[in-house]
């Protein structure tokens, strides 16, 4: 079955504390991005990935990184997590830069 | 500035009724206008991808046209399971950002 999965899907954490959420998808697509999803501010674009070893910012980068060293994953790091960034989170994929499938989430939550 | 904009924010229809959902974008030089459709507590489904102004696609009940400012997403004779956020996007040839609207939240009662 094609799809996009992430772990974990729900985490709470504290202030500070590094955390890498994984996303991974069976598709052999090469785009990949990571959403965040706020309520009164939509869906804002964090970090995308065109294929292997090469991404670039999207709106909101600040605060997070990112890595694709094979073309199946693409997580999301959080060095330093602060309250700002409790949001639910969506991995997405797809081919010739469309966001074709989305991941179920990882809701977030920092105190 | 690069801009989506969606109308309504909600719409309720009955159920055969008709309607049309707005999105209107100010992004310069246009890759590509995307429709989603969301259920609450999951990720968004992708619908439809459109390039050019004059361009249409449809799926079952819904069809998207797109001119060189708006985008419309057209729902004939709904049923409630249609029922769900739908999601306009835009995308700047410059670049591989994604711009989301806000989203038009439909409810479709029997």
């Known amino acids: 079955e094609a799809q996009v999965t992430q772990n974990p899907r729900y985490l709470i954490t504290v202030t500070g504390k590094k955390l890498t959420v994984t996303c991974s998808q069976n598709?052999?697509?090469?785009?990949m991005s990571w959403y965040r999803q706020d309520p009164g501010l939509g869906l804002r674009q964090i970090y995308y990935?065109?294929?292997?070893?090469?991404?670039d910012k999207g709106d909101v980068p600040e605060g997070y990184k990112v890595s694709r060293k094979e073309k199946r994953n693409f997580p999301l790091i959080l060095e330093s997590p602060s309250p700002n960034q409790t949001s639910l989170y969506f991995c997405?994929?797809?081919?010739?830069?469309?966001?074709?499938?989305f991941g179920p989430g990882t809701r977030l939550t920092v105190l | 500035e690069d801009q989506v904009t969606q109308s309504p924010e909600a719409l309720r229809l009955q159920e055969g009724e008709s309607s049309s959902l707005n999105c209107s974008y100010t992004v310069s030089g246009l890759r590509g206008l995307f429709w989603y459709r969301q259920d609450p507590g999951k990720g968004p489904e992708f619908l439809f991808t459109?390039?050019?102004a004059g361009e249409e696609k449809e799926k079952e009940r819904l069809k998207a046209t797109l001119t060189k400012k708006e985008s419309f997403l057209h729902i004939t004779a709904p049923k409630p399971e249609d029922s769900a956020t739908y999601l306009c996007?835009?995308?700047?040839?410059?670049?591989?950002?994604?711009?989301f609207g806000q989203g038009t939240e439909l409810s479709v009662k029997p």
């Open positions: 996007a835009a995308r700047r040839i410059a670049g591989g950002k994604l711009i």
């Open positions: 459109l390039y050019s």
């Open positions: 598709m052999n697509h090469e785009y």
């Open positions: 997405a994929s797809g081919q010739r830069e469309v966001e074709q499938f």
């Open positions: 990935s065109m294929n292997v070893e090469v991404t």
